[in-house]
């Protein structure tokens, strides 16, 4: 059974930082991608950064570039999202989820919520002024 646990959100003050982490399991595919999403409240749900298996080869919303970096480490078959430069804006319950096929990734895949397949829970990140 494929399970995605992410964890590390929390309370922050706008310039802090925090580390989001997506333990991930039960996987067997050759080659996957992981996305991180968010929502706000009242908002759509929005993609954030996503990163490809097999080559770590990454893309992100313009709204984090630079602020935010998605990385993974197989050994321990987890993905995390480090965001710097926190703002107000980025509160929001983030998600990841999983596309069991990358074979389309793509410079559009972090916001296609339809690509993914597996979803967990999401950890609320609030940004205060």
């Known amino acids: 059974e494929v399970q995605l646990q992410a964890s590390g959100g929390g309370l922050v003050q706008a310039g802090g930082s925090l580390r989001l982490s997506c333990a991930t399991s039960?996987?067997?595919?050759?080659?996957?991608?992981i996305g991180w999403f968010r929502q706000a409240p009242g908002k759509e749900r929005e993609g954030v950064s996503c990163?490809?298996?097999?080559?770590?080869?990454?893309y992100s919303a313009d709204s984090v570039k630079g602020r935010f970096t998605i990385s993974g480490d197989n050994a321990k078959s987890t993905v995390y999202l480090q965001m710097n430069s926190l703002k107000p804006e980025d509160t929001a319950v983030y998600y990841c989820?999983?596309?069991?096929?990358?074979?389309?990734?793509?410079?559009?895949?972090?916001?296609?919520?339809?690509?993914?397949?597996?979803w967990g829970q999401g950890t609320l990140v609030t940004v205060s002024s």
């Open positions: 990163i490809k298996s097999s080559d770590g080869s990454t």
């Open positions: 039960g996987f067997i595919f050759d080659d996957y991608a």
């Open positions: 989820a999983a596309d069991r096929s990358a074979s389309s990734f793509s410079s559009s895949y972090y916001r296609d919520l339809k690509k993914y397949d597996y």
